[in-house]
């Protein structure tokens, strides 16, 4: 079974603050995407990377930035927290592209005071 | 990046009852995938379309790829409240549908 982790499954965090939330996955999966959840929005995609070290803006890149030093591991980061970046972020990972099957992690509910 | 629609966004059903959501594109799309996402879970892949007119099913869903390829529905037959959950649908563009929430009334 695939497995996708993310690092916490809640998180609050302060206006300002740098936050940095970790995704890993477990299959060798090739690509690697950070969307996020909004009430009546679905799910939009910030980011997303297709081998180590690459990345393409999704729909809503703005603040936000990612990293991905090794195949199994994406990390999204807030440079800057904002309260209207208070959202659940799901972290997806496919063998192909992302017009294949993805598997997602939990979530990490972030929440930004 | 453009969106697909998703139609409706909410939807209460009698337990038993049937259903169908639709997903519209106004560009062809070249496949598209089913999600279902449990009440306080993560999206679960349910199938992927990728020919016109494509029919499949899974027990009581019904996945349809329309001719044009341009729209798909989802039908859930006798409806029964382990169905609860919203229902997306991913057109190969960057971003999910709305989702359909479904609501099921004992």
């Known amino acids: 079974d695939v497995k996708v982790t993310q690092s916490s499954r809640y998180l609050v965090k302060r206006t300002g603050e740098k936050v940095f939330l970790e995704c890993v996955q477990d299959m060798d999966h090739e690509n690697m995407f950070w969307y996020r959840q909004d009430p009546g929005l679905g799910l939009r995609l910030i980011y997303f990377?297709?081998?180590?070290?690459?990345?393409e803006k999704g729909d809503i890149p703005e603040g936000y930035s990612v990293s991905r030093e090794k195949k199994e591991r994406f990390s999204l980061i807030l440079e800057s927290a904002s309260t209207n970046q208070t959202s659940m972020y799901l972290c997806a990972s496919s063998l192909y592209d992302r017009n294949v099957e993805q598997y997602f992690g939990p979530g990490t509910r972030l929440t930004v005071t | 990046g453009q969106q697909v629609m998703q139609i409706p966004q909410y939807q209460h059903v009698q337990e038993g009852e049937d259903f169908t959501t639709y997903c519209n594109s106004s560009t062809t799309l070249s496949n598209i995938q089913w999600y279902k996402q449990r009440p306080g879970g993560h999206p679960v892949f349910l199938i992927q379309l990728v020919k016109s007119g494509e029919v499949k099913k899974q027990k009581r869903l019904t996945f349809q790829f329309g001719e044009a390829k341009k729209n798909s529905s989802l039908h859930i037959t006798a409806t029964q409240t382990t169905d609860v959950g919203t229902y997306f649908c991913d057109a190969s563009k960057l971003t999910f549908g709305g989702g359909t929430r479904v609501l099921v009334k004992p």
């Open positions: 990377s297709y081998d180590v070290k690459m990345k």
